[in-house]
């Protein structure tokens, strides 16, 4: 089965970092791009960020909200995608989801989402 | 980046309506646009890319159109599971940017 699980959130206090992980299941990891989205506390999906796949030297693109405070990177041999995130906001409070890219070169959408992993940066 | 802008942001209608939601980018983005439902507590779930192309398991009654600008989602016939809400996100270039969402409410 295809799956994607995160772990990591929780409360973090401003200014702090912490690291979210994302394992992948069922698919050949490095064969596809995969991103973080963030939803906060009753707002709309916000993209954070993506590591494309191995074909594309695992390059990773970031939103600008983001830029600069958190690094996407993954470990093929445990098949697991993480986001670090260093110098954390209050804003940055939400539900981060990992999400596989399903791609043929010429689209990308997101066929495949974990249940989400909450982080509250609150002091 | 490319705003992309949803309208309604919210909608109430019965079971059996016909629902359309648009979505507008700020610049053309060819075809380059998904649809995604969520329920409240879920994941998203992936209904439509390149504007138009039906994801494997979505019933037929959503369909996509649109290209360039200017997109619409439509429910044929809407159904209980389908109240939710509803994100368009273009894929035509970083940062990949999500509609502010389109809440399907029941009458």
């Known amino acids: 089965e295809v799956q994607l699980v995160e772990s990591g959130g929780g409360l973090v206090q401003p200014g702090g970092p912490l690291r979210l992980s994302c394992a992948a299941s069922g698919f050949t990891f490095s064969d596809y791009h995969m991103d973080w989205v963030r939803q906060a506390p009753g707002k709309g999906l916000e993209w954070v960020g993506r590591s494309k796949s191995k074909a594309r030297s695992y390059t990773t693109e970031y939103a600008a909200s983001v830029k600069g405070r958190v690094t996407i990177s993954r470990d093929g041999s445990r098949n697991s995608l993480y986001l670090q995130m260093n110098s954390l906001k209050t804003e940055d409070t939400a539900v981060y989801y990992c999400?596989?890219?399903?791609?043929?070169?010429?689209?990308?959408?997101?066929?495949?989402w974990g249940q989400g992993t909450m982080v509250t940066v609150s002091s | 980046a490319i705003q992309m802008t949803q309208s309604p942001s919210s909608l109430s209608a019965s079971v059996g309506d016909r629902v359309t939601i648009t979505c507008r980018a700020s610049?053309?983005?060819?075809?380059?646009l998904g649809w995604y439902q969520q329920k409240p507590g879920k994941a998203p779930k992936l209904l439509i890319y390149t504007a138009s192309t039906l994801q494997s398991g979505v019933p037929s009654r959503f369909s996509g159109s649109g290209s360039g600008t200017d997109f619409t989602l439509t429910i044929s016939s809407l159904q209980p599971e389908d109240f939710a809400t509803y994100y368009c996100?273009?894929?035509?270039?970083?940062?990949?940017?999500f509609g502010g969402g389109t809440k399907v409410e029941i009458k």
């Open positions: 999400a596989r890219v399903m791609s043929d070169g010429h689209f990308d959408a997101f066929d495949i």
């Open positions: 996100l273009q894929d035509y270039n970083y940062p990949l940017t």
């Open positions: 610049q053309g983005i060819r075809n380059d």
